[in-house]
């Protein structure tokens, strides 16, 4: 079995998510691997990220290089070429950042690839086999990789459960000296941050959450006529945005907020992957779709097949009733 | 500016239910439509809003068979100036390095600026425009929603990252882009365009005239292989509830309640 | 002429000043003339119009429209307002060119009116010219104090035309009391030379007369001159200002009525005179440009007199849609008077949407027809937006909304995307299949009439109730039907009415080669989009019956017979625009209503040629203008006003904007909405009963809203 290496994200000091999920996603392809993480980055905040990342990593190699202070995919891709062994299996998120990275590093490493991983199959010789989703996730498919001459595999936010933290923290390797001067062709300006708007869906405990099945703007006041009644935010998937029902601020998924209610009403929302890597925590959800088979189906607790255009001002009725109970 | 576009076409499967054929190795596509991939087609209206603005051509390409040539016609008919469909019998079971290997042997012959794709294919995988970038050696920025040309060579993009917020770079040409939907409103091809197209003769390529072996294209390069395609068990998560319209708002309610959501 | 020797002065003055008569009149012809050469320079340009065939047609809608001033009692105030100072206009035209003459030759009477004859005429004129007099006062009045709404001009459409009205009414009351003064100082001499002579009695001129008649014979003289004077002035200085304005109509109108479109029934070409064949060799479609519209469009942009009728009556407009009839004219007529200025350089080929016109303005209309059937001009409008439609499709400038219809309708024959193969679907249900089964003329051709479903019908889950309705009443008498299934494509009626004249073409030669192949002798249709594209944009098809005629015949033959109807509800009809307006099916719909016993019908105020719009049908569903209050919504509160309980409509567009609406506007539970073959289904007197409640039709699954 090669031996696996895990790219470790992480921003403004933070650790990101993926690193507890990419261990367990290791493991998926070998129980016994002890694979190696590896944290990129300059300045003071390194030393904390990595001293996280041993506590889940028997073995943490460490690269400090002032031209690294903001992650840019090129200069990532030229450190991992130079320390990557050939032949290793590497992983990364499959968020923006991976989208970034991953197929070029592929070709750097001269290793296969494979994007967007949900499950692991099984591994068999050099042969590892996974899950895939295509067309919107409306359909999986088993894809076979040649991993022979290594592998890059990018793995779907939230698909992996995270791990427990190591009994002893793992060791640390400081490789900076193995990376020459780094130059890009691309290069960093600024990030432009996304319009503040009324509501902050990610501090509410409840969501109505409307998506295409919402079908027009108008309609939008269905929607917050429920979640006035319960207390509720409403935010919304990417295709409520991109129509301009609602702002940008309202998206829940990889290109919007990322939220952690305890309640989720999925609302006429399908359920894409890139809507349900935003959904974190745990949430309790319910979800109302008209089609029996949309996608959302399958990761809520509790689904209702019907027109949200219907049910929801029936449920808001509901919600008044009990409210108007409690009050007497 | 020299721009080349690839692009793919996929079944549209926005309004039908997919369904798995009988042998359960492939999507049933007898009733299938096929199509531009959308974000294909926003990076062909960029590539035409760019040229509008500073000078030059866009060309499409694509890797498919002759079916493959009306999506290159509907692009032509959009405004895109060459069309040029690259196929080969040794060119099937390709992987997505192996679709890159032969996109990289198209632009070596030619002499692009800018090359875009979209940013993800229907029944794809996001993979092919930072492959080719890497085999190019050119910089690649994916998940890009906007493009402003600078002096020197040199373009300034945004790309879409995480909590709706935009990450602006400046960018060496050549370079590769992935674009993303909504970087522009993509304007519409009539049939008078499609039929303006009609017979303009689309130029192919193979794979001696892009210098490829089969050793790096078709099946016998590809290391990654679809098995097969399945259909994830149906709710297997969610409850279903089965009552009437009154009956499950009742329990959502209550259910909403039991999770401290009323509060 | 006796009176000619008591006023030496006039004639002195007349003679001393012939001079400058001829000067005014020459002049004032001349500019006149210039200007109407200058003002024809863009009908030159524009593109060509077949509008000089069917004399006899076209002389009696002269007759009616202009002479008879058809419409206008439509408007009562501002109706007979108008018709007495047409009336008036008529009557003073052969005045005015006597008094012409009279200016160079003062004896000058006009052949076959001297004597008695001469008498009445002057009598009629007297108080021709009293009235209109009187009529520029009202209208003065009116649009001061009253100010009727329609005359206002919201901000997004410019400034005001209030004081260019009042300018223009003003001049003709001047006119009108300039001419009643030189009459009266006329008779006044007359009366100084002993010759007593009266005007009309309490005329104009006779109430002036009475004041000239104590004044001295050179006083006369000098307002003989000064009325004469301002007379011409006033004459020419309107013939030569009205072609700057909304008054041209005075000039145009005969010729706009004389060429208006004959079968409004039929839209217009992409280009007049081209085979189908030949569109393919037409490099530009539509209308981008000012020149790009047909002379007889630029005329009724000349026609218009801004009397806001068509606005009045504009679904759109009441929803605050950008569009407004009125100002779609009005703007391109002072886009003509600008780049079309009287002296230098003509025309400048600007794109007119995005300069006068916005894309949302062009997209906003339903085509409903209202602004037609009301304007007294005749001034086409659907015709316009059509082509300007066609030129925002060529150019690629289509709302994002509407391209994925678009798209499907190409790549599917249906806008939802949907699988050809369900499009009978909705024929299988298990309760519906076993007790009306459909046969599918697409397998197996040989019925006697064929169904003709369409789109929504046939794939909206509401609207299939539509369909089963549909086909249990043909089965019930007894019809021999079947439906083309899959091999029915859209009928393409919005495609067309959106623009895209190309993609209509390809799915009406599929319809029609299909409807062939069904070897069907008649076509039946529940859809009156789908009624008027087989009637009137197909060729060589069978005879089309709408369901409300064909049941209606069928009622007049004895073959349905009803339960009596629920006596405690109130119904009304609402005209679906493709059945009433644009095929003039308004009592047939009524006469079935009224078939069934005890059945209590009123009328909405806005009824039959003047019913409101739903909102809009086909791809109108999928386009989002920006509105302040839902058409719909407006709609079912009129129905609401006239007390009605149950809206019946007879087109499934209606009844997805009308059931909407019953719910935005919140009434629920005290309106509801059928459509009429459900009705005539639900209220058909059966030896057995019906197996589907269509009272209880499931609303979710609704598609393409």
């Not at chain 1, 992650?71 to 299996?89: C, D």
């Not at chain 3, 006597?98 to 006009?110: E, R």
């Not at chain 3, 007359?190 to 014979?217: G, I, K």
């Not at chain 3, 393919?280 to 981008?288: L, P, T, Y």
Request: hydrophobic content about 40%; aromatic content about 8%; overall charge neutral.
């Amino acid at each position: 079995m090669p031996r696996i290496f895990v790219y470790i994200a992480h921003k403004n000091g933070v650790l990101d998510d993926s690193a507890a999920e990419l261990i367990a996603a290791a493991k998926k392809i070998d129980a016994t691997a002890a694979p190696t993480a590896i944290v990129i980055g300059s300045g003071p905040g390194l030393q904390s990220i990595c001293a996280e990342v041993q506590k889940l990593y028997p073995e943490v190699w460490q690269i400090s290089n002032e031209a690294l202070s903001y992650p840019n995919a090129e200069l990532i891709r030229k450190v991992l070429t130079k320390i990557v062994p050939r032949g290793s299996v590497t992983l990364v998120a499959h968020d923006h950042f991976g989208i970034d990275l991953a197929p070029g590093l592929s070709i750097k490493l001269d290793a296969a690839f494979v994007p967007d991983v949900i499950a692991i199959d099984s591994l068999e010789a050099n042969f590892l086999k996974v899950v895939r989703q295509e067309f919107g996730g409306q359909v999986s498919a088993h894809v076979n990789c040649d991993i022979a001459s290594g592998a890059v595999i990018t793995m779907r936010p939230g698909a992996f459960k995270t791990v427990e933290n190591l009994s002893a923290p793992g060791t640390l390797v400081d490789k900076s000296a193995e990376v020459g001067p780094l130059t890009a062709s691309r290069r960093y300006l600024e990030i432009i941050i996304s319009e503040t708007s009324d509501v902050d869906i990610t501090k509410h405990a409840v969501l109505v959450s409307v998506g295409r099945g919402i079908q027009e703007k108008d309609n939008i006041g269905i929607a917050k006529e429920l979640a006035e009644a319960l207390g509720a935010a409403v935010s919304c998937s990417r295709p409520v945005v991109d129509a301009k029902w609602l702002q940008k601020s309202r998206q829940v998924g990889s290109s919007g907020k990322t939220v952690k209610p305890k309640v989720y009403l999925a609302c006429g929302i399908s359920g894409a992957f890139q809507h349900l890597a935003g959904i974190k925590g745990n949430p309790f959800i319910i979800a109302i779709n008209k089609n029996s088979k949309a996608p959302i189906f399958q990761v809520a607790d509790v689904g209702i097949v019907d027109d949200i255009l219907e049910f929801l001002p029936e449920l808001t009725s509901k919600v008044q009733e009990l409210r108007g109970v409690a009050a007497k | 500016m020299e721009i080349l576009v690839c692009v793919k076409r996929v079944p549209d499967t926005s309004e039908n239910d997919i369904e798995l054929n009988s042998a359960g190795n492939d999507i049933e596509r007898d009733d299938l439509v096929y199509s531009i991939n959308e974000s294909d087609n926003y990076a062909v209206e960029e590539a035409l809003q760019i040229v509008a603005k500073v000078g030059g051509t866009v060309s499409v390409v694509t890797v498919g068979a002759e079916e493959d040539e009306e999506v290159l016609r509907r692009q032509m008919a959009m405004g895109a100036s060459h069309g040029i469909l690259l196929t080969d019998p040794q060119f099937e079971g390709s992987d997505g390095r192996g679709i890159a290997s032969i996109l990289k042997g198209w632009v070596q012959k030619g002499n692009y600026d800018l090359i875009l794709t979209g940013v993800q294919a229907e029944d794809g995988a996001a993979q092919v425009g930072g492959m080719l970038a890497a085999m190019l050696d050119y910089p690649f920025a994916s998940l890009v929603t906007s493009i402003e040309v600078l002096a020197n060579n040199k373009l300034k993009i945004a790309r879409e990252i995480e909590g709706g917020n935009r990450e602006v770079s400046e960018i060496d040409l050549p370079c590769v882009l992935s674009i993303q939907t909504g970087i522009n409103e993509p304007r519409y091809v009539g049939m008078k365009g499609i039929r303006a197209v009609q017979s303009i003769p689309i130029p192919t390529y193979g794979a001696s005239e892009l210098g490829l072996t089969p050793a790096q294209v078709g099946s016998a390069a590809a290391k990654v292989t679809r098995v097969d395609y399945f259909v994830p068990a149906l709710g297997k998560g969610a409850r279903m509830l089965s009552g009437t319209r009154e009956q499950n708002a009742q329990e959502v309610v209550e259910l909403v309640a039991a999770k401290g959501g009323l509060k | 002429m006796q009176g000619l020797s008591a006023t030496p002065q006039l004639v002195s003055w007349l003679s001393q000043g012939s001079v400058l008569f001829w000067l005014v009149h020459v002049l004032g012809v001349l500019c006149f003339a210039y200007i109407v050469a200058r003002r024809l320079v863009p009908l030159v340009r524009a593109e060509r119009d077949l509008r000089f065939d069917h004399p006899l047609q076209r002389f009696h809608n002269v007759l009616k429209y202009w002479f008879g001033q058809w419409k206008h009692p439509r408007y009562k105030a501002a109706g007979i307002l108008h018709i007495l100072i047409f009336a008036g206009f008529v009557v003073l035209a052969l005045r005015a060119f006597t008094v012409l003459i009279v200016g160079v030759s003062y004896g000058f009477v006009m052949p076959g009116l001297s004597g008695v004859a001469g008498r009445l005429y002057e009598t009629v004129t007297d108080y021709a010219a009293t009235i209109v007099f009187l009529c520029m006062i009202v209208a003065i009045v009116r649009r001061l104090v009253f100010k009727p709404a329609r005359y206002e001009v919201p901000r997004r459409f410019g400034n005001s035309h209030k004081m260019d009205a009042i300018f223009l009414l003003s001049l003709i009351a001047v006119l009108m009391l300039a001419d009643s003064l030189f009459e009266a100082t006329r008779a006044a001499a007359l009366v100084h030379s002993q010759e007593p002579e009266s005007r009309a009695y309490l005329s104009l001129p006779w109430l002036l007369q009475m004041f000239l008649v104590q004044a001295s014979t050179s006083t006369i003289g000098a307002f003989c001159f000064a009325g004469y004077l301002a007379h011409e002035l006033a004459f020419y200085f309107l013939l030569c200002y009205r072609p700057f304005g909304i008054q041209f109509h005075v000039e145009t109108s005969l010729f706009n009525i004389y060429f208006a479109k004959l079968d409004r029934k039929k839209l217009k070409p992409v280009k007049w005179g081209l085979s189908d064949q030949q569109l393919d060799q037409v490099k530009s479609f539509g209308v981008k440009t000012f020149e790009e519209f047909t002379w007889k469009h630029i005329l009724d942009f000349y026609s218009c007199a801004d009397c806001g009728r068509c606005s009045d009556n504009c679904p759109s407009n009441a929803a605050g849609r950008p569009l407004s009839p009125r100002f779609l004219t009005t703007k391109a007529r002072d886009y003509a008077f600008q780049h079309y200025p009287m002296f230098g350089k003509a025309g400048n080929g600007h794109a007119l949407v995005g300069n006068i016109y916005s894309e949302d303005e062009i997209w906003s209309c339903t085509t409903c027809g209202a602004c037609e059937a009301e304007c007294p001009l005749l001034i086409e409008y659907i015709d316009k937006i059509v082509d300007l439609r066609r030129g925002l499709i060529d150019d690629g400038n289509v709302p994002q909304s509407l391209q994925k219809p678009l798209k499907a309708l190409e790549s599917r024959g249906n806008p939802y995307g949907k699988m050809e193969k369900k499009k009978a679907d909705w024929t299988l249900g298990k309760d519906f299949q076993p007790v009306c089964p459909v046969k599918r003329l697409d397998k197996e051709p040989g019925a006697n009439t064929l169904y003709f479903v369409d789109s929504i019908t046939s794939f909206d889950d509401r609207m299939q109730s539509i369909a089963r309705s549909t086909a249990r009443i043909l089965s019930h008498v007894g019809e021999d039907f079947g439906i083309l299934g899959p091999a029915e494509r859209d009928s393409g009626h919005e495609v067309r009415r959106f623009g895209e004249e190309l993609l209509f073409m390809a799915l009406r030669d599929h319809n029609s080669e299909a409807i062939k192949n069904s070897g069907a002798r008649r076509i039946v249709t529940s859809d009156p989009h789908a009624f008027n594209a087989l009637k009137n944009d197909y060729r060589h098809l069978p005879p089309v019956e709408h369901i409300s005629q064909f049941i209606a015949r069928q009622i007049r033959g004895g073959q349905i017979g009803f339960k009596p109807a629920d006596a405690d509800k109130v119904f009304t009809f609402h005209d679906p625009c493709y059945l009433g307006r644009h095929n003039d099916v308004y009592d047939d719909p009524r006469a079935v209503l009224d078939a069934i016993p005890g059945l209590n019908r009123v009328e909405m105020k806005r009824c039959r040629d003047r019913s409101f719009c739903c909102g809009g049908g086909g791809l109108m569903l999928f386009y989002e203008p920006k509105e302040e209050e839902r058409i719909g919504v407006k709609r079912v509160r009129m129905a609401a006003e006239a007390g009605a309980s149950v809206i019946v409509t007879s087109c499934p567009f209606c009844m997805v904007n009308l059931e909407d609406a019953v719910k935005v506007a919140g009434l629920e539970g005290k309106i509801s909405v059928i459509d009429l073959a459900e009705l005539v289904d639900q209220q058909i007197a059966r030896p057995v009963p019906a197996c589907e409640e269509v009272r209880e039709i499931p609303q979710e699954c609704v598609i393409g809203r």
